[in-house]
């Protein structure tokens, strides 16, 4: 199975700030990886797929980069609905995997 | 609108089995595949495995693979996770989504239900 590690598991951070999330593959993924946000209580949403592309609706202040095994999920200018937790999940193979999360909180 | 609406908490005894529903709406049922995913409580994100409504083809994780059998039922446009030889550890909550692919291949989940409790206690 490939494996997707992401770092760090959590962040401090503030209204404003720019933050970026890393996953990596254990094998090359070419850019079959999607970026979730989850918070407590609810079923996550999908943020960005295949490394870069916005999914519907959702604020350009996310945006996904990335290909082959490193990725990048960057959040600009913090906004208070942001907390939450990141994945990110590859699809490349078959069997899909995520990484264990990555916990951002307020500072 | 698209809508899964799953089925009500479960308990169950350890060695038991358990089957959750995933009932659609607001879209052709066939056209999509689903992923199922759990969640133990305080942990991430697990995938277990993926069906495509259309021709019933399957893919589970290497993990699951000989406990768990996922359904569906295009008369109803539902989908089914069942679940066999429950462990305390089988303790999650459980998501049905729907699987949206690029023109290239590429999915994602962009639709999910809210998710079933199943808790397995004696």
């Known amino acids: 199975d490939i494996q997707m590690t992401q770092s760090p598991s959590s962040l401090s951070a503030s209204v404003g700030d720019r933050v970026t999330i890393t996953c990596r593959a254990s094998?090359?993924?070419?850019?079959?990886l999607n970026w979730y946000q989850q918070k407590p209580g609810r079923a996550p949403k999908v943020l960005i797929y295949?490394?870069?592309g916005l999914h519907t609706g959702v604020p350009s202040r996310f945006t996904g980069s990335g290909s082959g095994t490193d990725f990048t999920l960057t959040i600009t200018s913090l906004q208070p609905e942001d907390f939450a937790t990141y994945y990110c999940?590859?699809?490349?193979?078959?069997?899909?995997?995520f990484g264990r999360g990555t916990k951002l909180e307020i500072k | 609108q698209v809508h899964l609406v799953q089925s009500g908490p479960e308990v169950k005894k350890p060695g038991a089995s358990v089957k959750v529903s995933c009932k659609t709406s607001?879209?052709?049922?066939?056209?999509?595949?689903f992923s199922w995913v759990r969640q133990a409580p305080g942990q991430g994100l697990e995938w277990l495995g993926w069906?495509?409504?259309?021709?019933?083809?399957?893919n589970y994780a290497h993990k699951f693979q000989d406990r768990i059998n996922l359904t569906t039922d295009t008369s109803t446009s539902t989908a089914y996770m069942e679940m066999k030889s429950l462990k305390s550890g089988d303790t999650a909550v459980y998501y049905c989504?729907?699987?949206?692919?690029?023109?290239?291949?590429?999915?994602?989940?962009?639709?999910w239900g809210l998710g079933t409790l199943v808790t397995v206690s004696s």
């Open positions: 989504a729907r699987d949206t692919r690029t023109t290239l291949g590429m999915s994602r989940l962009d639709y």
């Open positions: 607001g879209y052709t049922f066939t056209r999509y595949s």
């Open positions: 069906v495509n409504p259309y021709d019933g083809h399957t």
């Open positions: 094998q090359s993924i070419s850019s079959y």
């Open positions: 295949a490394a870069s």
């Open positions: 999940q590859q699809t490349y193979s078959t069997l899909s995997t």
